[in-house]
């Protein structure tokens, strides 16, 4: 059973297992313009803190470009975007990841020539308490650092099963494996909200079912909230807890999977206006 969703002063809803809690993403009336046109506008949307969340909506919605606002790919037009109840305005990518957003893309980027471990190890860097000179030097606290770094490494892996592949290159990795290994490399960034860009693309059936309990893992191992662009609506419905759809730049319907699977506005823009008899 999925908790109920309760609403919030703003016109946003939090499950309510978060709703005594701040929320740690609030967007107010986000939006961004290219040129004349609306890519995004008037996007509202609050998440709880260890709420799993589904951005949904057909093609060319706007759902990766919301991704873009929240992570500083692109600055928005208008309107406001809370971490943690803090404004993010005028941060940049690598300061919102640091205040703790990471994401993964629909088309996997890791370094294919680097090992699964150092793929890992190196999303930690931000993390890391040495200075540029104990590095060069090698000093104590340098391998201090790269033994905590390669046990942190080793205890993400674990929870995928992926601890045996930590010497494999990340490139010669089955498909279903890198989308893994993409996602660790996020958590390794310790962050309160994860960012998935459709991570069940390209996975068959068993590959799509052991990623939905891996996403499930992730929020209860590491308490923290998923929010996720999915066009698998088998995975969608059973996973999230709260939808939001998207259509042409604009929120059409927010509410539970059962809320979104009756809503005549999502039905519409899924599969076009029923002409009449």
């Known amino acids: 059973m999925f908790p109920k969703l309760v609403p919030m002063p703003s016109p946003n809803l939090l499950t309510e297992r978060?709703?005594?809690?701040?929320?740690?993403?609030?967007?107010?009336?986000?939006?961004?313009?290219?040129?004349?046109?609306?890519?995004?506008?008037?996007?509202?949307?609050?998440?709880?803190?260890?709420?799993?969340?589904?951005?949904?909506?057909?093609?060319?919605?706007?759902?990766?470009t919301v991704f873009n606002l929240l992570t500083k790919v692109y600055q928005p037009t208008k309107g406001t975007i809370l971490l943690d109840g803090n404004d993010t305005h005028n941060m940049t990518t690598a300061q919102v990841n640091r205040a703790g957003i990471a994401r993964t893309f629909q088309n996997i980027r890791l370094f294919n020539d680097l090992t699964v471990e150092e793929n890992v190890t190196v999303a930690m860097n931000?993390?890391?308490?040495?200075?540029?000179?104990?590095?060069?030097?090698?000093l104590p606290a340098f391998w201090k650092e790269e033994r905590v770094a390669h046990e942190r490494a080793l205890?993400?892996?674990?929870?995928?099963?992926m601890a045996d592949l930590a010497d494999?290159?990340?490139?010669?990795?089955?498909?279903g494996a890198q989308r893994r290994l993409e996602i660790v490399r996020a958590l390794a960034t310790n962050p309160s909200l994860l960012l998935l860009d459709e991570p069940a693309a390209g996975m068959n059936p068993s590959e799509t079912a052991e990623l939905m309990e891996n996403i499930r893992?992730?929020?209860?191992?590491?308490q923290i909230a998923i929010l996720l662009i999915e066009h698998d609506m088998n995975l969608v419905m059973n996973i999230c807890e709260g939808i939001a759809v998207l259509n042409f730049g604009r929120i059409i319907a927010k509410g539970t999977p059962e809320d979104i699977q009756s809503n005549p506005a999502v039905i519409e823009a899924y599969l076009g206006k029923q002409k009449e008899a």
């Open 168 to 175: 494999t290159k990340a490139g010669s990795l089955p498909y």
């Open 126 to 138: 931000a993390h890391m308490r040495y200075n540029m000179w104990t590095g060069i030097f090698r």
């Open 217 to 222: 893992k992730i929020r209860d191992t590491f």
């Open 18 to 64: 978060d709703a005594d809690k701040t929320p740690i993403l609030e967007c107010i009336n986000l939006g961004i313009n290219f040129g004349g046109l609306a890519a995004v506008e008037n996007f509202n949307m609050a998440i709880g803190r260890t709420e799993i969340t589904g951005l949904i909506g057909p093609n060319g919605a706007g759902k990766t």
């Open 155 to 161: 205890e993400l892996l674990s929870i995928f099963n």
